[in-house]
């Protein structure tokens, strides 16, 4: 029988609505949903594959358990009793801090990933937290958080109103928008130049964002920092800054104005090799634009001056009156957010609550830096990661000096994946719990939605039904927090949602300023709808948030409620002592002068960037075939120049040598990266013993992060440097 279903795609940050094609239990098309309330029927080439990846033979059915060494299939509640064993085993000879958990990207795109591990972490209890957000986004989080008082309100340009686009490292043609959910990012570019608007793109490489511009500034990788604290002192220098609305709300402008005193173009222009007049030009244009947004994302994060790219972006959004107004860069109001309520100050943001043991790493957010996580593991002493739980993650390929990860993870005394495929990661687990394949798992997109520039709400169930006795993904997640907390691995997986549920109503009842407030928590909850805990969570989360829907309100709306355009937040967003914009915070003012040490100190020799691919995501699609091939290569793109003198062709084969090690890939020549930069794809490498990726290991490329040793990293929130480090270059000596 075929029917068709509607369903979120989980692959990227778009959040496109699908609808699928399903012959018996089995998805045979994907197609963008023309009446999707965000999407509007738009879809990339992986939406499109939804099907193929849904159905990858190489997927994982059943759990796996290691026995005498080898991993074999087994049942779920033995799978589950072996987890409990396994995990019991280690805390109660170390203790909960020898359990380390590392949480990957999928995390943010799936139901369970949003719901359940601040409860597994609760329940834990472990220090060692880790997760692709010190690969990722962490600059902009702790930027966020000093400059708001909360990490999480993160500013996101308004694409569908804004008359003039800055873009830093971002290449949203290819990767669909980060920290900007925007279906139809490419429509949303085309649409701004249409009605006269600017776009200028800052990036080492001509991409194809940097392609559909107005305006390509190519830079030397790493330098954003510098350039942007060219423009504020630009602004402040020929009286261009007008905070409009905002005046009042901002405190420590005087503070930047003296930090930028000392970064004119011309004191930057040779490090950054961007001329001072053209830095000048794009002071002056940003100024002069009826709006403008500023947005950088991995380019200008992930690099060694992460927080203060991160920062300076939003300090400009505020110098130029554009913060949290429309056409500017304003703050998502997200479904399942708090519902708004009267400003008033707030505890702020703060780091270092604890410290890593190897390195001293302070703590961001309740997190470890990843680049820190083998050193934890391998390096003796008390207090040693002997378990890890490695949910939705594949660091070996995703963090730096994999070699030394894989082997620190296969000297584990014991580890859980919850994973669908056997990759270089989940190899090294003990007990491999797999989530159901995407079209039999519901779709809600808690983090997403506050990244969103447009407010809608969208909710999909399940489009195929799960076989009797397999665990969705939030049972799975649900299990393990049962036994972390000791309840065991047996007890009902509904208790957790019900907890969950039970804590946020008694806060709520007691609250005046909340719907619930008065109300009894039994009875509130009596009253939730949902055939499932999550999704009697989700429904308590809607009625509490600021447009006060209910989960059947969603349903009855199966293309998504649109909830209107962004509107302006400030001053009810911020959470600062000052209950204020915190323009200057000490310890971002603390690291300008390792920047100002940049501009004099520069090493020579190249530098390496990463890139994505269209048809490609992170390490976990490569298995597809219909979207391996093509472009989808891991080849090293060297400028004509450079090829010249690194002795290099078309073709051949490059040895590049970093902190961390050294690897072979082949040679794309190509003038669309600039002299001295070099550019390979992150998540390659897939060429590893006891992994069941067929497709993948056809061409498994060379892992990237084999280059880094793990000691880069932005000091202010602890992200690797995975952009702008130096590289040494020679043809490989097999001379292929
Ligand atoms: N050099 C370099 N390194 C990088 C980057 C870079 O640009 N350059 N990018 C960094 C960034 S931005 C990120 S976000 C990280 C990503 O780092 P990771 O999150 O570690 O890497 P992913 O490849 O996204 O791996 C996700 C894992 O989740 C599994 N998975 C897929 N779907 C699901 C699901 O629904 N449920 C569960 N439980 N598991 C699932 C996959 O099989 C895979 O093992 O990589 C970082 N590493
Ligand atoms: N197709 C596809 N889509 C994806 C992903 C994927 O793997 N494939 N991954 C998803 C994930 S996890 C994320 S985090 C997002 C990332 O989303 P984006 O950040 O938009 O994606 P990237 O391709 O990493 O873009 C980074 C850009 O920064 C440039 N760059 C490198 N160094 C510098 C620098 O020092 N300064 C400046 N100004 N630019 C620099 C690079 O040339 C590149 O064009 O994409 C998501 N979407
Ligand atoms: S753009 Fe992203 S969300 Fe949309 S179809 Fe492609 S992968 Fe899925
Ligand atoms: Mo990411």
């Not at 100190?601 to 597809?624: C, K, Q, T, Y």
């Amino acid at each position: 029988m075929t029917r068709t279903a509607l369903r979120i795609c989980p692959l990227c940050e778009a959040t496109c609505g699908l609808t699928l094609t399903i012959e018996d239990d089995k998805v045979t098309s994907a197609r963008g949903d023309r009446d999707d309330v965000f999407s509007a029927g738009f879809i990339c080439p992986k939406g499109a594959t939804f099907g193929a990846l849904d159905a990858d033979p190489d997927r994982l059915r059943r759990p796996l358990v290691r026995k005498d060494g080898r991993l074999v299939e087994t049942g779920w509640a033995e799978a589950f009793a072996a987890a409990a064993a396994g995990l019991g085993t280690v805390t109660a000879a170390h203790g909960p801090d020898a359990v380390g958990v590392v949480l990957g990207n999928p995390n943010v795109h799936t139901v369970a990933g949003g719901l359940y591990p601040s409860q597994l972490i609760g329940a834990l209890r472990s220090r060692n937290i880790f997760s692709a957000s010190t690969l990722d986004q962490m600059p902009k989080h702790v930027s966020c958080g000093y400059l708001f008082g909360d990490p999480n309100a993160i500013p996101v340009p308004d694409l569908d109103r804004t008359d003039y686009l800055l873009i830093l490292g971002a290449n949203p043609l290819v990767s669909n928008g980060s920290l900007a959910t925007a279906a139809d990012f490419p429509g949303k570019l085309k649409a701004l130049r249409r009605r006269g608007g600017r776009i200028t793109v800052i990036d080492p490489k001509r991409t194809r964002t940097a392609e559909a511009a107005d305006r390509h500034i190519s830079l030397r990788p790493g330098t954003d920092a510098a350039l942007l604290f060219a423009l504020v002192q630009v602004l402040f220098a020929e009286g261009l800054t007008d905070l409009g609305t905002l005046a009042d709300q901002v405190t420590g402008v005087e503070e930047v104005r003296a930090l930028a005193a000392e970064f004119t173009p011309e004191a930057v222009e040779g490090v950054c090799e961007v001329p001072a007049g053209e830095i000048r030009a794009l002071a002056r244009e940003l100024a002069a634009a009826p709006s403008a947004a500023v947005y950088g994302r991995l380019g200008s994060t992930a690099v060694e001056f992460g927080t203060l790219g991160s920062w300076l972006v939003d300090v400009l959004n505020v110098l130029t009156g554009n913060l949290d107004r429309p056409g500017g860069a304003m703050f998502p109001l997200a479904p399942t957010a708090r519902a708004p309520r009267a400003a008033a100050p707030g505890k702020g943001f703060t780091v270092g609550r604890w410290y890593s043991r190897v390195s001293g790493h302070p703590e961001v957010k309740g997190e470890l830096p990843a680049a820190a996580f083998a050193e934890e593991i391998d390096t003796p002493g008390e207090g040693r990661i002997r378990a890890v739980i490695a949910l939705a993650a594949n660091p070996v390929l995703s963090a730096p000096d994999g070699h030394r990860l894989d082997r620190a993870l296969a000297g584990l005394d014991f580890m859980i994946s919850v994973d669908p495929y056997l990759n270089e990661t989940s190899r090294h687990a003990h007990v491999v719990l797999p989530p159901p394949r995407p079209a039999q798992s519901a779709h809600y997109d808690f983090a997403f939605s506050t990244l969103a520039v447009r407010n809608t709400v969208r909710y999909t169930r399940a489009a195929v039904p799960l076989e009797d006795g397999r665990p969705d993904e939030p049972e799975i997640y649900a299990r393990l927090v049962h036994i972390l907390s000791g309840a065991g691995a047996g007890a009902d997986p509904a208790v957790v949602d019900e907890q969950a549920i039970a804590r946020l109503l008694t806060r709520a009842t007691a609250d005046p300023q909340s719907p619930f407030h008065g109300d009894d928590p039994g009875a509130a909850a009596g009253r939730l709808s949902g055939r499932t805990g999550y999704e009697r969570r989700l429904d308590l989360m809607l009625r509490m948030g600021p447009y006060a829907l209910t989960l059947d309100d969603v349903l009855a709306h199966p293309h998504g409620i649109d909830l209107g355009p962004l509107a302006p937040r400030v001053p009810e967003i911020l959470r600062t002592p000052s209950g204020r914009i915190e323009l200057a915070p000490a310890p971002i003012a603390a690291d300008v002068p390792r920047l100002l040490r940049s501009l004099t100190g520069r090493a020579a020799g190249p530098v390496l960037i990463g890139r994505r691919h269209l048809r490609s995501n992170n390490s976990w699609m490569h298995n597809v075939p219909a979207l391996a091939g093509g472009t989808n290569l891991c080849t090293l793109q060297v400028h004509p120049d450079d090829a010249a003198r690194f002795g290099l062709t078309d073709g051949s084969t490059a040895l590049v040598k970093g902190d961390g090690g050294e690897i072979e890939a082949p040679v794309e020549v190509t003038d669309a990266v600039r002299p001295g930069v070099v550019s390979l794809p992150h998540g390659w490498g897939h060429d590893r013993d006891g992994t069941r990726l067929a497709t993948a290991g056809l061409h498994p490329g060379a892992n990237v992060n084999q280059l880094l040793d793990g000691t880069r990293l932005d000091p202010l929130s602890g992200t690797a440097v995975l952009n702008g480090f130096p590289v040494q270059i020679s043809a490989a000596s097999g001379g292929r």
